[in-house]
């Protein structure tokens, strides 16, 4: 049953010529179109006039319609990014549902409602998808609810009861490797040539607190019809018996199957891109079990940490690309790819961006698979500990450069003071650090032993779930990215009921002299790359950062960034971005997070308006255009507040 609370009115719509969707006035995806661009064409809202922002309304993400008495409060963090269509918001709400919303008001037009007895159905999710027929009146929201996939009236939010069985469709199964009990996925949908592309989402490492397995869920990616809910298709991202990169995985010395029979996860726990045109789905993949210790799974591990493009309507492989071999660092693929038309030497091409934790950028023709600059094969450091298996080599991009600081050396701790320089040696010497893909090891208790490896970046920066923008009419990829260097550290297992040998002890961030960051500043930054030239433009510092610490504030220091995982949004005009949340990330740093969201100029990364919020943004902002006027909603909480959606206009 659907509850209808008003009705709206259609909403003219401001047509602009250019990337599909994204430039309508609507926001039509999670990242505002299947290309994962995160812009919009509007431009009522300007460098002149962006101070003038206020906020016109603002809606719980557990809006009191949709309670239908339950106790449940909305929690501090919620990191959905709504939709815009027809004049109407949905979002998934902070019990895990679907709603819709008036987009000039914020009032609740129809929910879908919890089944009885049931309070919860898991949290928000990161965002639903839309679809429509053009060549009927059908449109529809599509969501993981649970382990459900649903799609849903986008006018009156009724469900279609021809849609998988009594208008869902049970995720646990249709699996066809070995059986899933659980499926998870916070995520957005997208839908590309009527076929619903759904990852899932899997923990991937393992402590000694816990039963630590060799063996977990596999990570499959799979394709529904948008209409019927039917399971069109199945790629498995831990390739099997006769499939490409099956060689890959390897039997180890102890080890009575091939690594590629048991080894789980290498999910898609970010969202896919797509190009409708060329039939194309482009997948970002994660590590496999375990992140941190593979000596289960010796071998390069394809389709692990790579980037993977497939036919949208079969899911037939077409190209991959693998960033990391072996992966042990969890630098796995966490947002969409970006697709964007660039010219390089005076070629035009169809190109896929992906920004990656290690503060790589790769690009590629996303038709072919092609690099457009070249990436080098380069020896990385070889590590010790017992039963590992390690890459020799890995993947580095020639072009652009790297966005984020790489690796942890002495010449790179903080030197705001003698005393701060000499007290961050002290830090240091007691891990083990060198270059990039420096790998992790096994912490010795002893006199003068290692407390682990600190590794920059960290499992969350540069680049995070976050993800960057793209301005089509520019070719500037728009990257926010955090320093935020981790400690990992690896111990015996000695839980009785695992059965792998190593797991993780120490998983935090590397913490500098009296509560400072270890490393030098920027600790969170804007970055703009020219993709045309596969040159970095600019890079300008968000936030203050800690420059107000007792040991800092007499020495008059420019802003040094904070590294809360904030997104960008991209107009014709702006580029937008917050300052995050102080609380509910995974492995926040202290100190982080704030009230506001800055408008910076594109072409020289200058703050040209701060406007206050209520709280810091959890997630990313989007924009669209309702009754002549361009509003942009993003979605805040703080640690002494509910999360809310916000929504900021002109006067």
């Not at 027929?133 to 021809?162: F, K, M, Q």
């Not at 076929?195 to 393992?206: E, L, Q, R």
């Not at 991202?237 to 080890?255: K, M, R």
Request: net charge negative; glycine share 12%; with cysteine.
């Amino acid at each position: 049953m659907t509850s209808t609370i008003t009705a709206v009115t259609a909403v003219a719509l401001l047509g602009v010529g250019g990337v599909a969707m994204a430039q309508t006035g609507e926001w039509r995806a999670y990242s505002a179109d299947l290309a994962g661009s995160k812009y919009s064409a509007l431009d009522q809202i300007t460098a002149d006039n962006a101070g003038s922002l206020r906020v016109v309304w603002r809606q719980s993400t557990i809006p009191d319609a949709v309670r239908e008495g339950s106790e449940i409060r909305p929690p501090a963090v919620v990191q959905n990014t709504p939709l815009m269509a027809d004049g109407r918001l949905y979002v998934s709400t902070g019990l895990g549902t679907v709603a819709a919303l008036d987009a000039t008001t914020g009032e609740v037009v129809w929910f879908d409602p919890l089944p009885e007895g049931v309070t919860s159905r898991g949290g928000a999710s990161r965002g639903v998808a839309y679809w429509d027929d053009p060549e009927s009146d059908d449109a529809r929201v599509v969501a993981v609810i649970g382990s459900t996939l649903v799609a849903l009236n986008a006018s009156t939010g009724a469900r279609y009861p021809d849609f998988g069985t009594d208008g869902e469709v049970d995720l646990t199964q249709g699996y066809d490797t070995r059986p899933v009990t659980e499926f998870r996925w916070r995520s957005a949908p997208l839908v590309v040539n009527g076929v619903v592309i759904i990852g899932s989402f899997g923990t991937d490492f393992t402590n000694d607190t816990q039963p630590a397995r060799k063996a977990m869920p596999p990570g499959d990616v799979r394709g529904f019809d948008v209409r019927t809910g039917q399971q069109r298709w199945i790629f498995h991202t831990v390739p099997q018996e006769g499939e490409v990169g099956n060689d890959t995985w390897l039997t180890g010395p102890n080890e009575d199957q091939a690594s590629w029979e048991y080894t789980g996860n290498t999910n898609m726990w970010a969202w896919p891109s797509g190009d409708e045109e060329l039939g194309l789905v482009y997948l970002p993949l994660s590590t496999p079990t375990n992140d941190y210790y593979g000596g289960h799974r010796p071998g390069d591990n394809l389709f692990a940490e790579s980037l993977v493009c497939l036919d949208a309507r079969t899911g037939e492989l077409v190209w991959h690309f693998q960033a990391v071999h072996h992966g042990v660092w969890d630098y796995d693929f966490p947002a969409a790819p970006n697709l964007i038309d660039i010219t390089v030497d005076g070629r035009a091409i169809k190109a896929v961006a992906l920004v990656s934790k290690q503060g790589f950028t790769y690009v590629f023709d996303r038709a072919t698979g092609e690099p457009v600059w070249p990436i080098e094969e380069r020896e990385v450091p070889a590590g010790d500990v017992p039963g590992e298996w390690y890459a020799a080599t890995q993947p580095f991009p020639t072009k652009p450069p790297p966005f984020e600081h790489q690796g942890v050396l002495v010449d790179d701790l903080i030197d705001f003071t003698p005393e701060l320089r000499r007290e961050a040696e002290e830090i240091l010497a007691g891990y083990v650090s060198g270059p990039l893909f420096t790998p992790p090891t096994v912490i010795d208790p002893s006199p003068g032993g290692t407390r682990g490896t600190i590794q920059s970046p960290g499992l969350v920066g540069g680049a995070d779930w976050n993800g960057a923008a793209v301005d089509p009419e520019t070719g500037v990829l728009y990257v926010p990215t955090a320093r935020t260097p981790a400690v990992v550290g690896l111990t015996r297992s000695e839980h009785p009921r695992s059965n792998v040998d190593f797991v993780m002890r120490a998983l935090e961030m590397a913490e500098g002299p009296q509560g400072l960051p270890l490393l030098k500043p920027p600790y969170g930054a804007l970055v703009a790359i020219d993709l045309n030239e596969g040159e970095i433009k600019w890079s300008v510092p968000n936030g203050d950062g800690p420059r107000n610490h007792p040991a800092l504030r007499d020495l008059d220091l420019p802003p040094l960034g904070q590294s809360g995982r904030v997104s960008p949004l991209v107009t014709r005009t702006l580029v937008f971005l917050g300052e995050g949340v102080d609380r509910g990330m995974v492995f926040l740093p202290g100190g982080v997070g704030g009230k506001v969201l800055r408008a910076y100029d594109k072409e020289s990364g200058a703050v040209v308006a701060e406007v206050a919020l209520p709280g810091g943004t959890s997630a990313a902002p989007m924009t669209y255009m309702a009754g002549g006027k361009q509003y942009i909603v993003v979605t805040v909480g703080w640690t002494d507040m509910e999360s809310e959606w916000v929504a900021l206009a002109l006067p």
